[in-house]
């Protein structure tokens, strides 16, 4: 549900910091803007000390403050770091510990790619679902074993505490921020100025084995346009195959290869995201939007948001019926 503004994210950073996870919330999040043209987050970077902080990519990063920032955050984002005592000894600094689990009670605690191993550290994860970086997999299951470790996903949220994959993947997460403050229509705008996907869902495979390709013969994405455009439309696996030229093992092994999902669950989640979208811009009934959708019934698309958003048609339109405008500067 929206936030209110603005929004206070606490960016913390151990050396040495990943300089493109510590680039991201604040490329991703300090532009978006409210309708009245007010800042919708806050960023600000700080280190345990508010030392400048040196990055895996040999320059230095000036922050803006120390762990007190941690005090009035709504969101802390703990990036990606190599430090070696957390990443290859699984120990953080204790302040650092007492301070990430004093934010817990009041913040939504978020970690990009290794900075999973942080929040270890700090005993937030046990007993929980965390993702992190691919690469790191057998160390952080060494380190943690009473973690429930998800290689998997690009993005794992559990009990208020959201953890990333690498690379990219922290893109992902913070445009999911965006799109549960503040509506599908905001998320969209911020990933359109930034020229990224507007939604992988977080469910989506950390490593495709193929990059999406337009080329014709070789490439589903004929199928995914297909879909898009058609969502209300039953088309089989067989349609799309045939639509791409394959047989439907073919079709069905290269979905999968270029997105990192199956065809029936990329669809299911273009449903949704179309779902919210006309839920945000349209007064259309709940029947009608699930209808255009493909989603059958009013009381399936009910239940598809309770499954994946944990609220109701109408408590979502409620919430995001009027579309801030969002925009990075």
Not at 29 to 44: D, K
Not at 78 to 87: D, M
Not at 102 to 128: I, Y
Request: glycine residues 8%; proline residues 5%; charged residues 20%.
């Amino acid at each position: 549900m929206p936030v209110a503004t603005p929004h206070h994210v606490a960016v913390l950073a151990l050396a040495p910091v990943v300089a493109f996870d510590l680039s991201i919330p604040a490329q991703m999040l300090a532009g978006v803007e409210t309708r009245a043209g007010q800042a919708a987050y806050e960023v600000r970077t700080l280190t345990p000390d508010g030392s400048p902080v040196p990055t895996v990519n040999g320059y230095v990063v000036t922050p803006q403050g120390d762990l007190s920032l941690l005090e009035h955050a709504d969101t802390v984002i703990v990036a990606g770091t190599r430090c070696p005592g957390v990443v290859e000894d699984g120990v953080v600094d204790p302040r650092v510990a007492e301070a990430l689990r004093a934010a817990r009670q009041r913040a939504r605690l978020v970690s990009l790619c290794t900075g999973s191993f942080v929040l270890a550290a700090a005993g937030l994860l046990e007993g929980g679902r965390a993702a992190t970086h691919w690469r790191y997999a057998q160390q952080f299951r060494r380190l943690f074993p009473a973690v429930d470790l998800d290689t998997n996903p690009l993005y794992v949220a559990d009990r208020g505490i959201l953890t990333s994959a690498g690379g990219a993947a922290a893109i992902d997460l913070c445009l999911h921020l965006v799109r549960e403050d503040h509506g599908s229509s905001v998320a969209n705008r911020v990933a359109r100025y930034n020229v990224v996907a507007p939604v992988r869902d977080g469910g989506q495979a950390q490593y495709i084995e193929r990059p999406v390709r337009e080329d014709a013969g070789t490439s589903t994405a004929g199928a995914r346009t297909l879909m898009t455009e058609h969502l209300d439309r039953r088309l089989s696996l067989k349609d799309l195959a045939a639509h791409c030229h394959m047989s439907v093992r073919t079709f069905t092994r290269r979905f999968r290869q270029e997105t990192g999902l199956s065809p029936a669950a990329w669809l299911a989640s273009a449903r949704l995201e179309h779902a919210r979208h006309l839920l945000e811009s349209t007064e259309l009934p709940v029947e009608d939007i699930a209808a255009r959708t493909g989603l059958g019934s009013g009381t399936n698309l009910r239940q598809r948001m309770r499954d994946a958003l944990d609220t109701t048609p109408s408590a979502y339109r409620k919430a995001f019926r009027v579309a801030p405008a969002a925009h990075t500067s």
